[in-house]
């Protein structure tokens, strides 16, 4: 069982807009930075938000990230078929001292 | 191109030993942390290591500590993990990531990452 939990699967249709939820406790998400990463079939995953809603250069502006307290989430607009991958937000958290990652979600493109 | 390559893995019988091996190019290997993460077959994400830039600092999960061994060699921009009394479920993908951000372990991040390497532990 994943310390961060995520929703194990999402899905929407081209152009519509999905968020992926993680959610943690204050000895991580509450207390320090957000990373979200892309998974797409068959490789490595990708950095795609860090620092909670920082994108770095070459993502897309359709991603974006955000964090309220324990939780955190990811937002794709204008979804495309290309968006089709597992999801994983991660964190450090304090208790572990170590990063810890959520179960993973995989969206789906309809 | 700042890169990661991952080597080492292969079949191993439980109780027995392998060591992965991490080649970075592209970047000054001496400045930065390094973590492995591992992915066992269609599961998610685990990290289980890091080592901060001078190996002043080493971190693991609890799942491994005691068994593995994170090590890195600046002179050769490469990192290495000693696995040991391997398990079956220790059967996944290792992947090397290089620690993003120069502030706190707190603020930071995995990237860029390696294609990684698969190790398979079974009898």
């Known amino acids: 069982q994943s310390v961060l939990a995520q929703p194990p699967s999402a899905s929407g249709t081209p152009g519509q807009r999905v968020t992926i939820s993680c959610s943690g406790s204050?000895?991580?998400?509450?207390?320090?930075?957000v990373t979200w990463y892309q998974q797409l079939p068959g490789t490595a995953p990708k950095l795609l938000i860090y620092?909670?809603?920082q994108r770095p250069s070459g993502v897309p502006d359709r991603f974006s990230g955000s964090k309220s307290g324990t939780s955190a989430s990811l937002a794709i607009s204008g979804l495309q078929s290309e968006d089709e991958a597992d999801y994983y937000c991660?964190?450090?958290?304090?208790?572990?001292?170590?990063?810890?990652f959520g179960g993973g979600t995989r969206l789906t493109v309809l | 191109e700042v890169q990661l390559v991952e080597s080492g893995g292969g079949l191993v019988k439980p109780g027995g030993s392998l060591r992965l091996s991490c080649a970075a190019s592209?970047?000054?290997?001496?400045?930065?942390?390094i973590n492995w993460v591992r992915q066992a077959p269609g599961e998610g994400l685990e990290w289980i290591s890091c080592?901060?830039?001078?190996?002043?600092?080493?971190y693991y999960a609890d799942s491994v500590k005691g068994r593995f061994t994170i090590s890195r060699d600046n002179a050769k921009s490469s990192l290495y993990l000693q696995m040991d009394s391997l398990r079956p479920e220790d059967t996944a993908v290792y992947y090397c990531?290089?620690?993003?951000?120069?502030?706190?372990?707190?603020?930071?991040?995995?990237?860029?990452w390696g294609q990684g390497t698969l190790v398979t532990v079974s009898s």
């Open positions: 990531a290089r620690v993003g951000g120069s502030g706190p372990y707190q603020t930071n991040w995995f990237d860029p």
């Open positions: 592209g970047f000054t290997f001496s400045t930065y942390s």
């Open positions: 080592i901060s830039a001078s190996s002043s600092y080493i």
């Open positions: 204050n000895s991580n998400i509450g207390s320090n930075t």
């Open positions: 620092a909670n809603n």
């Open positions: 991660a964190a450090w958290d304090d208790n572990l001292s170590g990063w810890v």
